[in-house]
């Protein structure tokens, strides 16, 4: 599977998030107990979820503690995707060098919208 330079832009700022956690215990403090926040902190971007939706981040580097995560299951009978996904997709972009944090979440989770 090739990404898209999305795609690749997207993990490069998840692995920046990560890294930042794992080098720095007041940032994954901050990280677990306000993830909006402390991820516009790091980069500068704010981060707006859909109503009714929250992000948890978990502290998973306990190395003897296997983690499952278990997601909603998606209903794929109502996923529309709006007019600015469909021209993402279509390769079109919003003039940020190709990342949108829709793409971000979209990577992550796949339940969020940023901006």
Known sequence: MQFTEQQKKSQEVLQAIITKAWDDDTFKQELIDNPVDAIKKATGEAIKLPEGKTLIVKDQTDTSTI??????????EDMELSEEQLEIIAGGGDGNNGFTWEVFLATVTGVFKLF
Not at 67 to 76: K, Q, S
């Open 67 to 76: 983690y499952l995560n278990i997601p909603a299951e998606p209903n794929l």
